[in-house]
């Protein structure tokens, strides 16, 4: 049990480093030094251990920048303590995206993909499948929708004024499991 959450904590906090630097081999060596902090420090008086994960991410993200002579931009690290959740939140219910995309009807799948993966602009969709725009706006519009409800189906999903989604708990054991998506999330989608 102690393995899987673990295990779905270094995820997420792979996930939301290597959004901030564009090297794998660093993301993943900050990642192991968040963790190799954690087994230094004393954790007892810390209240939300995967805040303090994250505010250490956050930390060590713009000592990198510094030691390496990076320009860097503090708006470019949206992180702080009020919107751990949400950040995390997103990031694990995006690595669940694929395996929601793969259950629609080839039609819209082939168009989620490639607007919503590769975020390719709809109207080289258009070019490329030879489709009418419109027909692509509406379909992408149509594909979303198919999405939400899938996740919807999946999970309860918490979100604040703003619709941004603040947190998410898996409803039923009727998701989806593949070993690289939501499977391991330990009461999470």
């Given at each position: 049990?102690?393995?899987?959450?673990?295990?779905?904590?270094?995820?997420?906090?792979?996930?939301?480093?290597?959004?901030?630097?564009?090297?794998?081999?660093?993301?993943?060596?900050?990642?192991?030094?968040?963790?190799?902090?954690?087994?230094?420090?004393?954790?007892?008086?810390?209240?939300?251990?995967?805040?303090?994960?994250?505010?250490?991410?956050?930390?060590?993200?713009?000592?990198?920048?510094?030691?390496?002579?990076?320009?860097?931009?503090?708006?470019?690290?949206?992180?702080?303590?009020?919107?751990?959740?949400?950040?995390?939140?997103?990031?694990?219910?995006?690595?669940?995206?694929?395996?929601?995309?793969?259950?629609?009807p080839a039609d819209y799948k082939?168009?989620?993909?490639?607007?919503?993966?590769?975020?390719?602009?709809?109207?080289?969709?258009?070019?490329?499948?030879?489709?009418?725009?419109?027909?692509?706006?509406?379909?992408?519009?149509?594909?979303?929708?198919?999405?939400?409800?899938?996740?919807?189906?999946?999970?309860?999903?918490?979100?604040?004024?703003?619709?941004?989604?603040?947190?998410?708990?898996?409803?039923?054991?009727?998701?989806?499991?593949?070993?690289?998506?939501?499977?391991?999330?330990?009461?999470?989608?």
């Amino acid at each position: 049990m102690m393995e899987i959450q673990i295990d779905t904590l270094y995820k997420s906090l792979y996930i939301f480093i290597k959004n901030r630097i564009n090297n794998n081999a660093d993301a993943q060596d900050i990642t192991q030094d968040v963790f190799l902090k954690l087994s230094s420090s004393n954790t007892e008086e810390v209240k939300n251990l995967k805040s303090w994960m994250f505010t250490v991410a956050k930390n060590s993200i713009i000592d990198y920048y510094r030691k390496n002579n990076y320009h860097y931009n503090s708006e470019e690290l949206p992180y702080t303590e009020d919107n751990d959740n949400n950040t995390v939140a997103v990031e694990e219910l995006s690595t669940c995206m694929l395996t929601f995309i793969n259950q629609l009807p080839a039609d819209y799948k082939e168009l989620m993909l490639l607007s919503e993966i590769n975020n390719m602009p709809q109207k080289e969709i258009a070019e490329q499948l030879g489709i009418n725009y419109a027909t692509v706006r509406s379909k992408v519009q149509r594909g979303r929708d198919k999405l939400k409800k899938l996740f919807t189906d999946c999970c309860n999903i918490e979100q604040d004024a703003r619709n941004s989604i603040i947190d998410y708990e898996e409803k039923t054991n009727s998701c989806q499991s593949d070993p690289y998506d939501c499977s391991d999330k330990n009461d999470k989608c």
